[in-house]
Nanobody, 124 residues
Framework: QVQLVESGGGLVQAGGSLRLSCTASGRTFSSYAMGWFRRAPGKEREFVGGITQTGISTYYRDSVKGRFTISRDNAKNTVYLQMNSLKPEDTAAYYC?????????????????WGQGTQVTVSS
């Protein structure tokens, strides 16, 4: 069992930055690929980006490439989502997920555990 807790959300002006953190319980964090998803009001959950178990590879949805960066610190059981040049359309609840697959996935169904989410609001 893995418990995930996100933090770092908040209100920021367009063009600003935020760093989200997702900390996992347990000793097996490095066994999981991690992903970030988001859900805006009235919209379906969508993939934001993912990172492999070792952190050697990351991948992102097109709309955040060049602005968002995912990293992980396995010694701290934490994955990060650095968000720069934020836009109002990035406003959403952001969730981290843990996947037993080595590479993770852009599909929510491939993730086994989820955090409770943290709200990001970008004002124009």
């Amino acid at each position: 069992q893995v418990q995930l807790v996100e933090s770092g959300g908040g209100l920021v002006q367009a063009g600003g930055s935020l760093r989200l953190s997702c900390t996992a319980s347990g000793r097996t964090f490095s066994s999981y690929a991690m992903g970030w998803f988001r859900r805006a009001p009235g919209k379906e959950r969508e993939f934001v980006g993912g990172i492999t178990q070792t952190g050697i590879s990351t991948y992102y949805r097109d709309s955040v490439k060049g602005r968002f960066t995912i990293s992980r610190d396995n010694a701290k059981n934490t994955v990060y989502l650095q968000m720069n040049s934020l836009k109002p359309e990035d406003t959403a609840a952001y969730y981290c997920g843990a996947s037993r697959t080595p590479w993770g996935s852009n599909k929510a169904s491939e993730y086994d555990y989820w955090g409770q989410g943290t709200q990001v609001t970008v004002s124009s």
